[in-house]
């Protein structure tokens, strides 16, 4: 399994990118995707996430900002991140999860990371 995230990149304040994730995943659609970013000297922690059924969660700070989103027919998920902080500098990995009915993750990949810089 393959999960080659894209997009990153070097932007100004305000600035907007769009990360793209494709997925060599069979049965794509029944995988929750999700979007991590680690900063340095930091852990990695859950930016946004998009559940099999469509359902979307994002933390606090990228609320309002960012938009997760996913195309099934081509195995891949997006990331609008606009409005972009310094503090949204970070790299930013790509996640597939297979959450069985009982809430426990069955498979879980992670794709390879992409950089995003924000400058001030």
């Known amino acids: 399994v393959q999960l080659q995230a894209s997009g990153g990149g070097l932007v100004q304040t305000g600035g907007s990118l769009r990360l793209s994730c494709g997925a060599s995943?069979?049965?794509?659609?029944?995988?929750?995707m999700g979007w991590y970013r680690q900063a340095p000297g930091k852990q990695r922690e859950l930016v946004a996430r998009i559940t099999s059924g469509g359902t979307t969660n994002y933390a606090d700070s990228v609320k309002g900002r960012f938009t997760i989103s996913r195309d099934d027919a081509k195995n891949t998920v997006y990331l609008q991140m606009n409005s972009l902080k310094p503090e949204d500098t970070a790299v930013y990995y790509c996640n597939a999860a297979l959450v069985g009915r009982s809430g426990i993750t069955l498979y879980d990949y992670w794709g390879q990371g992409t950089l995003v810089t924000v400058s001030s």
């Open positions: 995943l069979n049965m794509f659609s029944i995988y929750d």
